[in-house]
T-cell receptor, first 114, second 112 residues
Framework: DTAVSQTPKYLVTQMGNDKSIKCEQN?????MYWYKQDSKKFLKIMFS???????INETVPNRFSPKSPDKAHLNLHINSLELGDSAVYFC?????????????FGSGTRLTVV | AQRVTQPEKLLSVFKGAPVELKCNYS??????LFWYVQYSRQRLQLLLR??SRESIKGFTADLNKGETSFHLKKPFAQEEDSAMYYC??????????????FGQGTILTVHP
């Protein structure tokens, strides 16, 4: 049973399109994150939600809009995709209070914008 | 602002040799540090967390507050250790509570 699952695993789309990536966790965690891994493998936080409330928004273009319908789901919608959006997007989750025990990551969504 | 630095982008060793992956951090509060490993095209997996002082797959890491370091060590490297290793610092307070800041990553290659 996958703890943090992301769909799709791969996404190839044209510039200007709008796409969504979904993330679900079955660990009962209350906090979820989106991270972007760029072509140089650098990982940077994008957003964090705690109990459906946005708590971290790291200067991400407003073409990116996260949505958390409940604490087990965090989706990422991207409008007007650009070439520079090509990356691997990782979802992660944890308990806010015991986050020092670690975070669980999904397997990533490889987005390619052509 | 918190920062994590992994000075080596690439590290190559031979099987059976000791390996040390360096990590230095900058953080004004009490640090919470982790090592994550990413095998080829897979998810990040938690390898170590400093609070538990454990040894996983033969790896250990000690937090040195004086040197602001959290280096990852293994006395005898194995070929299956070849992967990307990330050091990460968790923000335990303030407006970015819970944020994990990652270092640039170190690609470890263990040759037979």
């Amino acid at each position: 049973d996958t703890a943090v699952s992301q769909t799709p695993k791969y996404l190839v789309t044209q510039m200007g399109n709008d796409k969504s990536i979904k993330c679900e966790q079955n660990l009962g965690h209350d906090t979820m994150y989106w991270y972007k891994q760029d072509s140089k493998k650098f990982l940077k936080i994008m957003f964090s939600y705690n109990n459906k409330e946005l708590i971290i928004n790291e200067t991400v273009p407003n073409r990116f809009s996260p949505k958390s319908p409940d604490k087990a789901h965090l989706n990422l919608h991207i409008n007007s995709l650009e070439l520079g959006d090509s990356a691997v997007y990782f979802c992660a989750s944890t308990f806010a209070v015991t986050g020092h025990h670690g975070y669980t990551f999904g397997s990533g969504t490889r987005l390619t914008v052509v | 602002a918190q920062r994590v630095t992994q000075p080596e982008k690439l590290l190559s060793v031979f099987k059976g040799a000791p390996v040390e992956l360096k990590c230095n951090y900058s953080y004004s509060g009490s640090p919470e540090l982790f090592w994550y490993v990413q095998y080829s095209r897979q998810r990040l997996q938690l390898l170590l967390r400093h609070i538990s002082r454990e040894s996983i797959k033969g790896f250990t890491a000690d937090l040195n507050k004086g040197e602001t370091s959290f280096h990852l060590k293994k006395p005898f490297a194995q070929e299956e250790d070849s992967a990307m290793y990330y050091c990460a610092l968790r923000n335990a307070g303030g407006t970015s509570y819970g944020k994990l800041t990652f270092g640039q990553g170190t690609i470890l290659t263990v040759h037979p």
